[in-house]
């Protein structure tokens, strides 16, 4: 098999810091090459400049043995190369047509012709087993069909090579299975792909060849069947990963938070939360295990209020709290770490003890009379630095300049100084450092231990499994499986994760 | 920082008179001429000082009103409007109550501030409650506030006798005293520098000072930290309402002692320039005003003086707006890096 | 008929301003700044008339100098991207200042003596009214079924999803700038040529801001904003039909009538989701990651 890419010594750094340090790698025609990594890893950034966005401070690129210059993505589609973004290049007011049209970018003429597109698009999509209409307007597609729709444009530019980046984040297990039959689909036509994604099990299951990038470099470059996931979890960590924390025995106490039959409607109007109920107790965590988009995130946001809820309950230290002022919730006890600190949890351009002191300002020990005694605070927020190890230049600079897990330790830390009854965090750790998760678990148990009660909310089933004494999978805005962490192995949750409930599933695990 | 803080504005005061220049020069006239013209009207007699403190006191009031709701995220184009109808609140009060001065004057600010505030209210009703656009209707509501007050001083409050439309003289209990004898500067400066030390006390020391801040940077972090976003935005314009309205106030009683059509030649507008030049901070708004004070009142000399009209120094403004907001030297262009 | 043919006569010069600020909006561009527009476009289209005697060329002097005016606001808001709205706003403080001094200087003190020579009339309209109309069409067709009407929309919609696909999200911006300041120009030259026969400082009076109420009323869509601006025109041909009458409602509350409108229609109608969803908002082309 011939090679079809090979990317030799590519290097490119941000402000000094290397994201890619001397990466070279080989994609065979016809083969999956999946990329590996943490968040930060390098992954994205490399891919960047595979598909002409970013340029290499070093490096060559080379396509069936020609060196090639990508300045742009008209030069990456030029040789053949295409790309699924995390987030869709799509236009969600437009159709399916009319975004193809705009991605082909040909100048000839004034008028567009919808017909010769449509019917290519037909073509592509039933050599697929896709089922899209060209005239289908993309923001009323499922996310799933978006995704297709990114992979016709790419195919519809006669691609060779397809960059798949992160693709199962968004998709339900189901499309996942779905889109592992494209992949086949495309080996067989002879294409090649590059899956990049930090899921072990997924690139065992899809890959010919995989790569782990850590910290910039690669790490190492193998074939899936010469290694293993617990192999290729050191790769990706560089140390053997403990997957467990210190915690003692639950203690648990009254109910603090109590769901029953929530439903919440999405952005698009469907109902994203459909009869939900569980119970967190005081001293538990409760960890609710899922595949991103089963109604999560409308879920959290209606407990803290940012969110209107359609009907159930929603009882907080036995108070009906459902669609009251997120103030008022607040003002329970309740701290939310959310899934998006930068747009929802810190004010990026202003300094970093502001952000510490977001809650203090109103209480009558940080005030002078009715004014707002500014050294008691930047005291107090010195204090919680101090105490939770935040590097930063200075208590005065804007937080916009802390590393990532640096702003998310501040973003816990204010949470947790709280001293919270129910702490709601949503992907903790997402994008944090290795050092850092293992600091911010440390904390929440430290604060289950307190007596605090945790929902944890994650996409990374190994917090789940490290953090939680109860385990509930969301799934289409339902809790369709409950058990204990003792009770629970990876299969079982794996298949209400899937949607699966029927009673082999729970003899299994048992 | 601190000193790119001052840098900042000087180089867009002398981008814009140095455009300005090429402007003057096109219609004829000698740019430096015209400019040491307003320069003496502002500046060159003490009586001449006096009036541009006067005038300095309304770009005050304006600028801070333009600020205080920059602050919370609302572009509030509707100072003008909120001027006159606190200018005619302030004027019903001045001039049919009768009360010893003591009493008269706070009396009339407060008539002034609730006019203005309740106007600016009113935007702040229809932004919180059908998410209407502060941009469009705080502009409908300028016309609108005009032409309330063109009528009134048409018909109900016009003065018996005379054909101009204006109403009768405010009582001299109303009338702002005098700060300097033989010139026009009230009492109205301190009061203007008064509410600009609140403005910056308010700021940097109160808790709803800093929800409003929080509110401005973004929405959705106010929001998730529990601040009542829509009690913040009816606050932002009420308070920034208010602002225009005694702007309005310093009008009808330092200065024409009296309510009538043309009450202000479009100082609502001055304070959006008062307010960006000065960074909408405490400190840069009063030496803004100052400027634009004397921009105003040497305007009024070239055009007493020269062929020019006073919307020259309109000009001036909108240049040294632009010239704040568009960072002429620094490349916009992210590079591939 | 006539009251017909006072409306069409109120609607034509916000119309034209209209379509000129749909351009901009639906490419993204919040335009604040199309009262300054329409009144340099008023200014310069009086200055052409009266110097060549011909309305039309006096029409073609209001689009250059209008066109001037978007290459300059473009350059402010898309290649410096500075605040859309502060801009604008500045953009119409300029114009008040740079028309009027501009007309003291050549037509000199007397304010609107300034008779000019209007536009040719085809029939009961005159030809810019026709045109208005026309343009409904064309608008339509060139936003839905050309290249360049997709790449307004996708941009702004969606500007980094076209910065994928390499079209450059600044010159499509700039362009429709660039054209749509030029029909906001004919807007304007048609209130001091067609509609009213003379300039007078300051004569948009609002204008520019109804023709911005009119494309969110109208959905942003070619007909629903032309149909927008007809229920402008009529609020404000009846603002004329009461005052000629002599009807016993004082003038200054029927000259209200068109800004009340817009605030109630702003209200009720002027929910930001139905915009386009990058309006207003600056394209950084982010390369890193």
């Known amino acids: 098999m011939s090679v079809m890419l090979e990317l030799k010594n590519i290097s490119r750094s941000f402000g000094g810091v290397f994201a890619n340090k001397d990466i070279s790698l080989r994609v065979e025609e016809g083969t999956v090459y999946s990329l590996l990594g943490e968040n930060g890893a390098g992954k994205s950034t490399l891919m960047n400049v595979l598909y002409g966005l970013l340029d290499p401070d070093s490096g060559e690129i080379f396509i069936d043995g020609q060196k090639v210059e990508i300045r742009s993505p008209k030069d990456a589609i030029s040789h053949g190369i295409g790309m699924v973004h995390q987030h869709f290049m799509l236009v969600n007011a437009l159709s399916v047509v009319e975004n193809i049209i705009l991605a082909m970018d040909d100048t000839k003429g004034i008028f567009i012709d919808k017909d010769k597109m449509s019917k290519r698009i037909r073509e592509i999509s039933k050599l697929y087993g896709f089922n899209i209409d060209p005239d289908e307007i993309v923001g009323e597609m499922s996310v799933g069909q978006q995704q297709r729709v990114e992979i016709v444009k790419a195919i519809y530019h006669d691609c060779r090579l397809l960059i798949l980046d992160e693709p199962t984040a968004v998709l339900t297990p189901q499309e996942t299975e779905e889109l592992y039959v494209i992949i086949d689909q495309l080996r067989s036509e002879k294409k090649s792909v590059i899956f990049i994604s930090h899921k072990l099990h997924e690139v065992m299951h899809v890959s010919n060849m995989i790569g782990v990038l850590r910290n910039g470099e690669m790490v190492a470059s193998i074939k899936k069947e010469d290694t293993n996931e617990a192999e290729l979890a050191a790769y990706m960590v560089g140390k053997k990963v403990n997957f467990t924390v210190e915690k003692d025995e639950m203690k648990a106490g009254d109910t603090v938070l109590e769901v029953s039959d929530l439903m919440v409607k999405s952005h698009k109007g469907n109902m994203a939360v459909n009869g939900l109920s569980l119970k967190v107790r005081a001293g538990e965590i409760y960890g609710v295990a899922g595949v991103d988009g089963n109604g999560q995130t409308e879920f959290v946001e209606a407990i803290t209020g940012l969110c209107r809820a359609e009907g159930g309950t929603i009882r907080i230290l036995g108070k009906d709290m459902i669609n009251h002022e997120p103030g008022e919730v607040l003002s329970l006890g309740v701290s939310h770490i959310p899934e998006d600190r930068q747009k929802m949890a810190i004010l990026m351009k202003n300094s970093l003890m502001e952000n510490m002191v977001m809650y203090d300002y109103k209480k009558p020990e940080y005030k002078k009379g009715p004014f707002i005694d500014w050294k008691k605070e930047a005291a107090h927020a010195q204090d919680i630095i101090t105490k939770y190890n935040i590097k930063a230049p200075g208590l005065y600079t804007n937080i916009e300049f802390l590393s990532g897990g640096n702003q998310q330790k501040a973003v816990v830390a204010r949470e947790l100084e709280k001293s919270p009854k129910l702490l709601l965090a949503v992907d903790p750790t997402r994008g944090v450092d290795i050092g850092a998760i293992e600091f911010i678990h440390k904390e929440i148990v430290k604060a289950r231990t307190a007596g605090c009660a945790v929902l944890l909310v994650s996409s990374e089933l190994d917090e789940i499994f490290a953090l939680s004494d109860t385990i509930g999978v969301i799934y289409e805005g339902q809790i369709i499986g409950e058990m204990d962490r003792k009770d629970a192995t990876i299969e079982k949750v794996g298949l209400y994760m899937a949607g699966m409930q029927d009673k082999e599933s729970a003899e299994m695990g048992a | ?337 | 008929m006539s009251f017909i043919r006072a409306v069409l006569e109120s609607s034509t010069s916000i119309l034209f301003a209209s379509f000129g600020v749909l351009i901009m909006q639906l490419a993204g561009v919040l335009n604040i700044g199309a009262e300054g527009m329409m009144l340099v476009g008023a200014f310069f289209g009086v200055l052409g008339s009266s110097l060549t005697g011909n309305a039309f060329i006096g029409t073609l002097f209001a689009i250059a100098a209008a066109g001037i005016t978007g290459v300059l606001f473009g350059y402010c808001t898309v290649i410096k991207k500075a605040n859309q709205v502060v801009v604008g706003i500045a953009f119409n403080i300029l114009a008040s200042g740079l028309t009027t001094t501009l007309y003291r200087h050549i037509f000199g003190m007397k304010s609107d003596s300034t008779k000019v020579v209007g536009y040719t009339d085809l029939g009961p309209f005159s030809l810019p009214v026709y045109l208005g109309i026309a343009l409904i069409f064309v608008l339509s067709v060139l936003l839905y079924k050309t290249k360049y009407g997709l790449k307004i929309r996708g941009v702004g919609e969606y500007p980094m999803a076209l910065d994928s696909f390499g079209l450059s999200v600044d010159r499509i911006r700039f362009l429709s700038i660039i054209f749509g300041s030029m029909l906001i120009g004919v807007g304007g030259a048609y209130l001091s040529l067609g509609q009213l026969s003379f300039f007078t400082e300051d004569m948009v009076t609002g204008r520019g801001y109804i023709a911005l109420a009119a494309v969110i009323f109208g959905r942003y869509s070619p007909v629903g904003t032309f149909l927008a601006v007809l229920v402008f025109g009529t609020g404000e041909a009846l603002v004329y039909r009461l005052q000629a009458i002599g009807s016993g409602v004082p003038t200054q509350m029927i000259l209200m009538i068109p800004y009340l409108l817009t605030v109630i229609v702003v209200a009720f109608f002027g929910q930001k989701g139905e915009g386009p969803a990058a309006l207003g908002v600056p394209f950084f082309k982010n390369a890193k990651e």
């Open chain 2, 1 to 337: 920082m601190k000193v790119q803080k001052v840098v900042k504005p000087l180089l867009s005061i002398v981008l814009a008179l140095a455009v300005g220049a090429l402007v003057i020069a096109l219609v004829g006239e000698n740019p430096l001429e015209i400019y040491k013209a307003m320069l003496t009207g502002a500046f060159g007699s003490k009586g001449a000082t006096a009036t541009t403190l006067v005038k300095t006191t309304t770009m005050i009031f304006v600028g801070l009103s333009y600020g205080f709701a920059y602050k919370g995220g609302l572009v509030n184009i509707g100072i003008e409007g909120q001027l006159y109808m606190g200018g005619l609140l302030c004027s019903l009060v001045a001039i049919y109550i009768k009360l010893p001065s003591a009493i008269h004057i706070p009396l009339c600010l407060l008539a002034g501030f609730v006019g203005g505030a309740v106007w600016g209210g009113i935007v702040g009703i229809l932004k919180v409650k059908f998410k209407a656009s502060e941009m469009i209707t705080t502009v409908m509501m300028n016309y609108i506030a005009i032409y309330i007050v063109e009528y009134m001083v048409n018909g109900p409050i016009k003065e018996p006798k005379g054909t101009f439309p204006q109403s009768e003289k405010i009582q001299v209990t109303a009338q702002l005293p005098n700060l300097l004898p033989k010139t026009t500067l009230t009492i109205g400066i301190i009061l203007a520098l008064i509410a600009a030390v609140i403005y910056i006390i308010y700021w940097k020391y109160t808790s709803t000072g800093f929800e409003i801040k929080m509110l401005g940077a973004s929405r959705d972090v106010a929001r998730y930290a529990g601040i009542r976003v829509n009690k913040m935005v009816m606050i932002s314009m009420l308070v920034s309402g208010g602002l225009g309205g005694l702007a309005g106030c310093m009008e009808v009683m330092g200065v024409q002692h009296k309510i009538m059509e043309g009450l202000t030649a479009g100082y609502g507008f001055d304070g959006i320039a008062v307010s960006l030049l000065g960074g909408n901070s405490g400190i840069g708004i009063l030496f803004s005003s100052i400027l634009f004070g004397a921009l105003r009142v040497g305007g009024n000399a070239i055009q007493m003086f020269t062929s020019l009209p006073i919307a020259v120094i309109y000009i001036l403004q909108a240049l040294v707006i632009l010239f704040v907001v568009v960072d002429v030297f620094k490349s916009e262009r992210r590079k591939k890096a």
